[in-house]
């Protein structure tokens, strides 16, 4: 069975600090890789995605994420946060074999403090 | 274009009981899915509905139930209501174009069920 890992449960950092969130999953096959973030009250969102070609993906909010294969990483990033960026983060990923569901990490809690 | 939407918002239950939670999806989406939130963790998949037919499922007992409509709605039923099952119970559709194609879902805001 397809398995998400994500290293850190709860990240702070203060405003304008970068971000890394590390992302591994377990699978062999064909993945489609997402980025999910919930915000404090509000619905899961797509930050970004990967399904194929360039590994160094760009999303909404100046994030970007990259698709190492070897490595079965996807990590997110994003060079300044800003006290708005305070949210849960997902990783999640899809593969196209029998499984053919979403399968998401724990998550990790970003605070940014002003 | 309407999102995904979810009712009720809120629901307490005792344990014991019946629920029903519902989920339109987004305008043109065909595929249903369900998942199941608990504090503090990511979304865990329930099971998936496309062409009015369970086609995945995950590690869920037989009391989590659903069905989908031909508009594309659906429900999901959970039965004989545990304390466990509290959780923020999430709807997601998307559009299958193509098996084995890319995939992406979009969320609804989610069923917060409280179990008493």
């Known amino acids: 069975a397809q398995s998400v890992s994500q290293h850190n449960h709860h990240v702070i950092l203060s405003e304008a600090a970068s971000l890394e969130l590390g992302c591994n999953y377990s699978?062999?096959?064909?993945?489609?890789l997402f980025w999910y973030v919930q915000y404090p009250g509000q619905h899961l969102q797509l930050l970004l995605k990967?399904?194929?070609?360039?590994?160094l993906v760009k999303g909404i909010k100046g994030f970007e994420a990259e698709f190492i294969k070897s490595k079965f990483s996807f990590n997110l990033r994003k060079p300044s946060v800003q006290w708005s960026d305070t949210a849960e983060y997902f990783c999640a990923v899809f593969s196209s074999g029998s499984a053919r569901q979403l399968t998401f990490g724990s998550g990790t809690q970003l605070t940014v403090l002003p | 274009d309407a999102g995904v939407t979810q009712s009720p918002t809120h629901l307490i239950k005792t344990r014991g009981q019946q629920v029903t939670l519902r989920c339109s999806p987004k305008?043109?989406?065909?595929?249903v899915s369900w998942y199941q939130q608990a504090l503090g963790q990511g979304p865990q998949f329930i099971f998936q509905y496309y062409e009015e037919e369970e086609r995945q499922r995950g590690n869920f007992p037989d009391r989590f139930s659903g069905h989908q409509f031909p508009n594309y709605s659906s429900e999901l039923n959970v039965n004989a209501l545990l304390l466990g099952d509290s959780a923020l119970y999430l709807c997601a559709s998307s559009l299958e174009v193509l098996t084995g194609g890319p995939h992406e879902q979009y969320f609804g805001p989610g069923t917060r069920l409280t179990v008493t």
């Open positions: 699978y062999g096959g064909t993945v489609n």
């Open positions: 990967y399904f194929s070609g360039d590994p």
């Open positions: 305008s043109g989406h065909d595929t």
